[in-house]
């Protein structure tokens, strides 16, 4: 298994200055799925998030969502939505570097998501000490999404997740490798109750994680 994450964070050299609250719009769109949804997760009305979307698009001179339902991001979206979401990695990790302080209006730390992509297999072993981690952390959720080890990576290059564990040390674009070990699987057998022997297979396969 490997797990994949960001190498680097995107960051644009030229006159372009995507602004926050433009890449939370697009982040909302494609986590919520609607427009509606973006503004309730956000707290501003459909129209004001129609308007950063729009904004958005007009910067970078492209379309950066498909007005389907549910919204899904264009080959250009899936770019800066990786880039959205490490952008808010970041300014969490700002916030605790710099004593914890709360935001601005509420005294209250953000709430930081970390999509990843795991595996069923680690999922129902080595991945719930991780779980149990994070579960003690006051300033971040993590958001698992189940995909096999073989698929989990296309969820990487489309944005929808930071980290993933895969089966392939081949890096996605953008992401870095990071072996994490090997999940052995052992053949059983067991008697029928009616009698004869079923045989249980298995098998053994290599692994690392991938990060972005």
């Known amino acids: 298994m490997f797990l994949q994450i960001p190498k680097q964070y995107f960051i ?9 609250d433009h890449f ?24 004001a998030v129609s308007q950063r979307v729009k904004a958005l698009e007009q910067e970078l001179g492209q379309l950066v969502l498909v007005r389907s339902v549910p919204v899904r991001p264009t080959p250009v979206g899936e ?4 880039t959205g979401r490490q952008r808010a990695l970041l300014d969490a990790e700002l916030v605790r ?13 953000p709430i930081v998501d970390l999509p990843v992509a795991v595996n069923a297999d680690s999922l129902a072993t080595w ?40 089966a392939s040390d081949v890096a996605v674009q953008g ?3 990071q072996e994490l070990g090997v999940m052995r699987y052992v053949a059983r057998v067991r008697r029928s109750p009616v009698g004869g022997v079923r ?11 991938q990060r972005s």
């Open 79 to 82: 770019i800066v939505l990786r």
């Open 127 to 166: 991945f719930v000490e991780v779980l149990e981690t994070v579960g003690e952390w006051s300033d971040a959720r993590l958001r698992v999404f189940v995909e096999d080890q073989d698929h989990s990576a296309q969820l990487l290059r489309d944005g929808s997740v930071i980290g993933a564990v895969t």
């Open 12 to 20: 644009y050299r030229g006159p372009m200055r995507v602004r926050d």
């Open 24 to 47: 939370k719009a697009l982040v909302a769109c494609v986590d919520e799925g609607t427009f509606d949804g973006a503004a309730a997760a956000l707290r501003i009305t459909p129209s």
């Open 175 to 177: 992401c870095s490798v």
């Open 97 to 109: 570097a710099l004593g914890g302080g709360g935001s601005e209006r509420g005294g209250i730390a």
């Open 199 to 209: 045989a249980l297979t298995g098998a053994s396969t290599d692994g690392a994680l």
